[in-house]
């Protein structure tokens, strides 16, 4: 069946750049997707990328899709300590239309 | 506009009792999904509403767990008798459309069975 992997944790100082990876099991996705869950909440959509495209940026944030290898990554610039929270990578699967969500990482952000 | 709203936030109830949640989607969101975060682990898909109707249930763990949405507005999910396992959050999420439109979260109902 579909497959979304993330790493659990990672943590970077403020300033810094962090790269969140996701891998996913399914080439026929149509869309994928980044939320965030600050604690307490739900999860936030933060960007998505079409499978068409190779790179998607939104102010401080890239999206990187590499088709061949699956493989799908967040890089937030000039990280800050309001970044700290939860990141889920999700695909589309595009014939039930059903969102596959990864483990989560969470982000920690060091002052 | 208001977001997803779930009822309630927290819920602490013993293995045997039953619980039910519910979920009152975006105004005019015909989609509306039911996933479950048991601690630590991926966020799974229990089953999703196009409008009233069930489109897809796959994800439904066992028959102790029923989901209804009556009148295709709010949503409940009961689970009766529940079980330890069955700890875990609770997310609710509602569409306006099947594709090309984000999915809009609530913040989660965190059932604890003890």
């Known amino acids: 069946g579909e497959d979304v992997e993330q790493s659990l944790f990672l943590s970077v100082r403020e300033g810094d750049s962090s790269v969140i990876n996701c891998t996913y099991t399914d080439s026929s996705s149509t869309y994928l997707y980044w939320y965030k869950q600050e604690p307490g909440a739900g999860l936030q959509l933060l960007t998505y990328?079409?499978?068409?495209?190779d790179m998607k940026q939104d102010q401080r944030l890239t999206v990187l899709l590499n088709k061949k290898d699956k493989h799908l990554s967040l890089r937030i610039a000039d990280t800050q300590t309001g970044d700290s929270a939860i990141y889920f990578c999700?695909?589309?699967?595009?014939?039930?239309?059903?969102?596959?969500f990864g483990t989560g990482t969470r982000l920690k952000v060091l002052a | 506009e208001a977001g997803v709203t779930q009822f309630p936030s927290h819920s602490v109830i013993e293995k045997g009792q039953t619980v039910t949640l519910r979920c009152d989607p975006i105004?005019?969101?015909?989609?509306l999904y039911w996933y479950r975060r048991v601690m630590g682990k991926e966020i799974k898909f229990l089953l999703h509403f196009v409008k009233e109707s069930k489109q897809d249930e796959s994800g439904m763990p066992n028959n102790r767990f029923l989901a209804e949405r009556t009148g295709g507005t709010y949503s409940t999910l009961k689970v009766q008798p529940a079980e330890l396992e069955d700890s875990g959050v609770y997310f609710c999420a509602s569409s306006q459309h099947l594709i090309n439109s984000p999915l809009h979260f609530g913040n989660g109902t965190r059932l604890t069975v003890t």
């Open positions: 990328i079409f499978s068409n495209m």
């Open positions: 105004s005019g969101h015909d989609n």
């Open positions: 999700a695909e589309m699967d595009s014939g039930t239309y059903k969102y596959i």
